[in-house]
């Protein structure tokens, strides 16, 4: 593996710099040590500023205006658009701006799912999707009687494909995530997709946790919708985008009706704007379609390799320290090969509870989460109250993860680890 | 935060008192924290005087919310019903002391929700929004 | 009428001053006269730094973050729905986020119209309403085998109230704007609603326009859903909200699904959280909200009452101006009254079709809407092929209604009015 | 902007050339502009040898697309419809001049997309997106 932080020393130098947040000492006089990326990511000052520039500047709504600054605002909006469609190498007119990746799917199930599910039908997820890549397949199962199955995870939570033609007999839709938020394992969508696709069925992908860490291309992938977020990938918050080919996209009915995504309308009905606007309902979040524009525009400039390979060695570097924790009780779950997993490290210690673990790390200015993960199923299969995660991004640096490991012998000593030791091990 | 976790909260988060299960229970109430997924159970056996005979509670979660349940339990034992319906968040803070942050409140609460609602009959309203 | 804006000249400066996008001269050395408001609102500076001091201070996501800055994003973001809910005197249980006007009218449409609505039922609107309070229920009418039906409105744009209880006789629905952002009728609720109440009907009241404008208190009109959008009313966009009664609200299905919105979730099904929170699923658009926030603090500060005065003197002074041109051909539509006119003025110049009278002004720094505005069916009713609309806010003054005016001349001028003449009227 | 309003323009919009319905065309296109409501329909006479013989327009709108289709009925008539087929927005660039801003060029270039839609049977794809 290629070491390329020790490398890049400067580079990411210049990456932390170009966080607010992180450029000051914030934290009890401490620089902020932030591992929970794969919540939300920090911003980099030039997405701040291109919010600031659009309210302070050519504030307008888009579209229809005739004069100059809404001109300025819908060439902005809509060339956002085109960069954030590069970015995932889509076509700009397939790529619909919705709040969230959560809003991305919902729009698939709806729109897609309700014009094509039938009673009966198979759609199948796997065991560890998000609950915004379950719940909505469980609601379309529900509304049109269909069947929900599921791809088996292992306990390390890698995909079991064994029975993988079996399962995709008679499937109508494969949704699944890219990248585990829980565990980081990446799904072998290589394997998955042309299969899925042989059987017949159209691939969702969630890539909630794969777009902001590696480089993603719809068109190499094959998928036939994608959803990502942009808070997670250095844009501003409620905004996302769909991807979806344009044939399926043009077949479907449009989801939210009103404003902006019609061509004509009278007191009887209805026609539909062309894509991607059928899909836009009202007035769009254009500030924050901008800000993600600038926001892909500051990654690329960086280059998705370079963070992937950034990642790749942070989650290397991690696992080799938390090693050193292992005989006093600490525990890594999921996939322990940095190749397969992406941004994301699951643990427990000892008989501490992750919430406390948590509270006791934010004490030393150190941000992980602690819970289900929002993949309360996948914990339950596990037999894991809940776990404590720590995510990277491409400002975090090896002192990061020395804070971490720190931090955890902090928490270590208050709960007398030592001493309780790993004795009593967490969800026995 | 740190301060928090004193040994006697340690030490009721690894021998919790009153764990466990009644044999014939005259109320039970059961809820979790939705956000962190603790859970509490919590089990009366209530006299013909209306005290608390006996109590038990169950679950799982962060040392938070089992260290303040148990302490719960001991502060309840031996107190009539009507008494147990009124106790405050100030009771739960006094068991647990200072230190607590606001998000990790409700962690505190849940056991004395869950002992409300059981006292009460009724789904108590969240005790920090009183 | 009271003359507030003369009263008020320092106080009126003040708030010019908090827009920085109104402080410089922005167009060719010029001011920007900015009079499409009723389109998004300008943004004063203190939203724009909530927005700049939530990504630069404390970014992080919501509600299940233990560490200390999730714990403030938390606090502000609920706080902002505490805030927002408060302006129209609603209880935050009661106010869920939503994207805009549109999206919230949709959840009503899909959650409780889904719900509720069945073969033959009647859903009420008015000959008004914009797409996004027509299209959602057209397309409800269309899922359910319900019909849609109008309350007329006369040609100057006044609801025709003569037989309202005819027409609400077995309505499930009454869906109808605040205020009109055509013609800026401001519709009579205080008719309306308890009748439609007597008749067992529901009533849906799109207030995108009327919530910037004037005092709202949605239990006082006892309203049962009240929808707005933030970017109408100094917030960012990509955030609105939708106020529901409680009773109803925690008896309707969620519509959108997926994190957040959960309570438990099984590889089997789900269970939901607490209102709003139900109606919530995904990231939100924590900094739109807590910008949401910001703003209505804002105009709380100005003062509600205020607003509608100064936006009832300026309309008021329009009128006057715009009548010395209709020699010319200058046509004004809609009710002339400025007591029963929100924000929005609707005109036509002669023959000058309203978007070349769009583009002149726009050389002069005078930004106009010019079309449609998303009301269709009544244009072709009117038999209008477009209109020029004015609308104003908070920050406009005098001196813009003049600056128009000026700008008309110009306008005039170029289409040689004076000769080729208020002969040729548009839309003959 | 205010350039663009020359006298031929408003000449061209206030009395149309080419202006109202073929008895019997050989092709007919029309379409608007979703954003403005504009609307230009296009009817063409071809003789045996393919050249436009004749050509009306009819519809309503701003100025911009009004005499721009205006003008271009009076650029095509007696051209091959190949030719017609082969026009670029620069065609109509010429006919209306400098000036327009970019977001009033879908109401200049309206005229042209139907023509060519008419010209090449199938519905062009916008103009200012080749
Ligand atoms: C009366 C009315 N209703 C609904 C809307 C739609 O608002 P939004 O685009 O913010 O959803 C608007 C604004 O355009 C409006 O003026
Ligand atoms: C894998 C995955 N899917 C979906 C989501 C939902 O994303 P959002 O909340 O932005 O809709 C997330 C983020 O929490 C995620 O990690």
């Known amino acids: 593996m290629r070491a390329c932080v020790a490398d890049d020393a400067s580079k990411l130098a210049r990456i932390v710099d170009d966080f607010p947040i992180l450029r000051e000492r914030t934290v009890r006089g401490r620089r902020l040590v932030y591992l929970d990326s794969a919540a939300t990511s920090q911003k980099p000052q030039c997405v701040i500023d291109a919010l600031v520039t659009y309210y302070s500047t050519y504030n307008a709504n888009i579209h229809r205006g005739v004069y100059e600054i809404a001109e300025r605002a819908t060439d902005a909006f809509e060339g956002a658009r085109g960069k954030v469609a590069r970015f995932v190498n889509a076509n700009p007119r397939e790529l619909v701006w919705t709040r969230n990746t959560t809003e991305a799917i919902n729009l698939v199930a709806h729109s897609w799912g309700g014009a094509n599910i039938k009673p009966g039908d198979v759609i199948l997820v796997t065991q560890l999707e998000h609950h915004s890549n379950l719940v909505p397949w469980q609601e379309l199962a529900a509304r049109t009687g269909a069947r929900l199955t599921y791809v088996p995870v292992d306990d390390r939570g890698l995909h079991v494909l064994d029975d993988l033609d079996d399962l995709l007999d008679g499937v109508k839709l494969v949704a699944l995530s890219h990248v585990s938020n829980t565990l980081g394992t990446i799904a072998p969508l290589d394997i998955i997709v042309p299969r899925a696709h042989a059987a017949g069925a159209v691939v969702l992908v969630d890539g909630a946790q794969a777009a902001p860490n590696m480089p993603?291309?719809?068109?190499?992938?094959?998928?036939?919708?994608?959803?990502?977020?942009?808070?997670?990938?250095?844009?501003?918050?409620?905004i996302g985008a769909l991807y979806g080919k344009r044939a399926l996209l043009e077949a479907?009915?449009?989801?939210?009706?009103?404003?902006?995504?019609?061509?004509?309308?009278?007191?009887?009905?209805?026609?539909?704007?062309?894509?991607?606007?059928?899909?836009?309902?009202?007035?769009?979040?254009?500030?924050?379609?901008?800000?993600?524009?600038?926001?892909?525009?500051?990654?690329s400039q960086i280059g998705m390799e370079w963070v992937r390979e950034h990642e790749r060695s942070l989650v290397s570097?991690?696992?080799?320290?938390?090693?050193?924790?292992?005989?006093?009780?600490?525990?890594?779950?999921?996939?322990?090969?940095?190749?397969?997993?992406?941004?994301?490290?699951?643990?427990?210690?000892?008989?501490?509870?992750?919430?406390?673990?948590?509270?006791?790390?934010?004490?030393?200015?150190?941000?992980i989460r602690a819970g289900h993960h929002c993949?309360?199923?996948?914990?339950?299969k596990m037999g894991w109250p809940a776990t404590a995660r720590a995510s990277f991004y491409i400002y975090n640096t090896r002192q990061d993860v020395d804070a971490l490991i720190d931090a955890l012998?902090?928490?270590?000593?208050?709960?007398?680890?030592?001493?309780?030791?790993?004795?009593?091990?967490?969800?026995? | 935060m740190d301060d928090f976790y004193r040994d006697y909260i340690l030490d009721h988060y690894r021998n919790p008192r009153n764990f466990g299960h009644l044999e014939h229970p005259d109320v039970v109430a059961e809820d979790t924290n939705p956000l962190c997924g603790d859970r509490i159970r919590m089990e009366l056996l209530v006299d013909a005087n209306g005290i608390v005979a006996d109590v038990r509670f169950f679950g799982k979660g962060c040392a938070i919310s089992q260290a303040s349940a148990s302490m719960l339990t001991e502060t309840v034992k031996g107190r009539p019903l009507a008494d147990v319906a009124r106790l405050t968040k100030e009771a739960v803070l006094e068991n647990v002391g200072i230190g607590i942050s606001p998000a990790r409140l409700?962690?505190?609460?849940?056991g004395l929700k869950v002992l409300k609602t059981a006292a009460v009959g009724q789904l108590a309203s969240w005790p920090d929004e009183d």
Request: charged share 20%.
């Open chain 1, 216 to 238: 993603v291309d719809v068109k190499a992938l094959d998928v036939d919708f994608y959803a990502f977020s942009g808070h997670k990938m250095c844009a501003p918050t409620g």
């Open chain 1, 317 to 367: 570097y991690a696992f080799e320290r938390l090693r050193e924790l292992e005989p006093r009780g600490l525990v890594v779950y999921g996939p322990r090969d940095p190749d397969l997993v992406a941004d994301v490290i699951s643990f427990n210690y000892a008989d501490i509870h992750p919430h406390d673990l948590a509270s006791i790390l934010d004490g030393e200015g150190v941000c």
């Open chain 1, 252 to 299: 479907m009915p449009p989801f939210l009706t009103g404003g902006d995504m019609i061509r004509t309308v009278t007191y009887d009905g209805a026609t539909y704007n062309d894509l991607p606007w059928k899909f836009e309902a009202g007035t769009s979040n254009i500030a924050g379609a901008i800000g993600f524009g600038a926001a892909v525009e500051y990654l």
């Open chain 1, 409 to 428: 012998g902090k928490a270590a000593a208050i709960f007398k680890i030592d001493r309780a030791g790993a004795a009593g091990a967490l969800g026995g």
């Open chain 2, 106 to 110: 409700k962690c505190a609460m849940l």
């Open chain 1, 375 to 380: 993949t309360m199923p996948l914990m339950e």
